[in-house]
Every structure is written in C-alpha cells, then in structure tokens.
C-alpha cells in the first residue's frame, strides 16, 4: 500500500538519477504529490501530475498504476527497462513512446538569434505576441490543448506570481503560447502549443524564442523535453542541444 509523503526528501535519494525540472520543482514543495511505501524508509517512490516519476521496487507496479489510470494524460517516467515491462503488463492500453531530453548549450544562448526569431511576429498582421495574462490563463483552462501552459499552478494569482508565458493572440483569443510547466528556484520547464487550426505556421518557434529570452533574462535555466521530433526540431532551432532519447509508457491514442 502506498501512502502519501509528507516530506519530499524522504524519497528524494529514489530519484537521483533523474535530470528533471519538474522533480526539482517537487522537491522544492512547489507541485505535484509523492506516494512511497515507507516514509521513514522507503523501498518505492512515485511523484506525480501528468508525470508519473517511478522508481524502486518494482513489485508495486500494480499500486502505482492504481494511482495513475484514472489520468488518461498519464505519462509514466520510469527509472529502469524493467519498470517500463512491468507497466506495461498491467494494461493492454498501456504503450512505450519515446521522448527526447534536451539541454541548454554549454555557451549560453544566443539572444540576438532568439531576439530574430521571436521578432517574426511582425510578419504576421494580424497576429499579436503578449504576456500570458489574467485574461489568457482563463483561456488556457478552457480548450485540452491549452490547459498545461497553468495546469501546475493553484490558482491565477499562484500563476502570475510564480509563473510566466509568451502567447500568440488572434483577435485577442489564444492560439499559441510558451509557458512554465513547472518552475523551481533556478529553471523552468517549458510547455509550448498551438491550437490545432494554427499549427505549421512557426508561431511556436516565436512563442518559443521570447519564452527562452524571458528565461534567460531572469536568471533561470529553461529545460525542454520534447515529446516528439517537431518538439525537437524547435528546441534545436532555440538552441538546445539533444542529450538523449529515452522510453516512457502511456496510454494509446
């Protein structure tokens, strides 16, 4: 039986192979929830929101995926080859995707290249580049495709304080933004969309470049993990660099 940590550090040794910005934000007590089966000394651990960081003893696959299969945005981390087979027997719906993780360049980032890019914008009429506002963090609630830019934080206000966004407005409704997943005390993760009607037109290149900018200009590291490869051919036109690709289990579309 897991149960609910209530101190993040006491699982935090389970996850000391993970590079994750929204680990880093866990551990800091700024979102998600952690389970274990021994807070004082525990054997298995499992941090969650969308994300589902697994690591330990495999035996309580069964119990993690309790936690989990009511989310279908679920997407299982798993820290080894074995917790992915063992996922993966619980569920016929279940299937291993691959991602690619991503890092900053070692010489820091161009801004006057991102500075261009973002400025593409004025090469669309009708089209504006704003901050992710009041106004449009009600708007990201409202569409499936939109609700991660705010999905981490508790409130508007929550959003406003600690988090930030670079959106692309159209007559003044959102269709395409940059914003933090999660952020923690020296980085942010980035979450970046399109509406489904706007896509293929480069706005997340552009929301993308005033977002790493904005990064940039506070002093935090951006993280990228790509989802798939156009993810990746964006971060790399940014500037980041391909680390590695990496499997994680979710349910089919």
């Known amino acids: 039986m897991l149960k609910k940590c209530s101190d993040p550090n006491k699982i935090k040794p389970l996850f000391e192979g993970f590079d994750d910005?929204?680990?880093y934000s866990y551990f800091e007590g700024l979102c998600g929830s952690g389970f274990c089966d021994n807070e004082d000394k525990p054997t298995v651990a499992v941090v969650c929101g969308d994300f589902y960081f697994v690591s330990g003893d495999i035996s309580f696959a069964e119990d993690i995926f309790a936690i989990a299969k009511d989310n279908k945005n679920v997407v299982f981390m798993p820290a080894t080859d074995d917790w992915v087979k063992a996922l993966l027997r619980l569920d016929n719906r279940l299937e291993v995707s691959e991602r690619y993780r991503t890092s900053p360049p070692d010489s820091g980032f161009d801004r006057a290249?991102?500075?261009k890019l973002r400025d593409r914008?004025?090469?669309?009429s009708e089209y504006e580049?704003?901050?992710l506002d009041e106004k449009l963090y009600q708007q990201s609630l409202e569409s499936e495709w939109s609700q991660a830019f705010v999905f981490n934080f508790k409130s508007c206000e929550d959003?406003?304080?600690r988090g930030f966004g670079c959106a692309v407005t159209h007559g003044g409704r959102l269709i395409c933004a940059a914003s933090t997943y999660s952020v923690y005390s020296?980085?942010?993760e980035v979450e970046i969309a399109a509406h489904p009607d706007?896509?293929?037109q480069g706005l997340a290149t552009i929301a993308g470049a005033a977002f790493i900018l904005e990064c940039v200009n506070r002093g935090l590291r951006p993280h990228?993990?790509?989802a798939n490869e156009i993810s990746l051919k964006i971060a790399k036109k940014l500037g980041f660099v391909f680390k590695e690709k990496y499997s994680v289990v979710k349910f089919k579309e």
């Open 21 to 23: 910005s929204v680990l």
């Open 113 to 115: 290249a991102l500075a």
């Open 121 to 124: 914008i004025n090469e669309y």
């Open 129 to 131: 580049l704003v901050p």
């Open 159 to 161: 959003y406003q304080n």
């Open 186 to 188: 020296r980085g942010a």
């Open 198 to 200: 706007y896509r293929r």
């Open 224 to 226: 990228w993990d790509a």
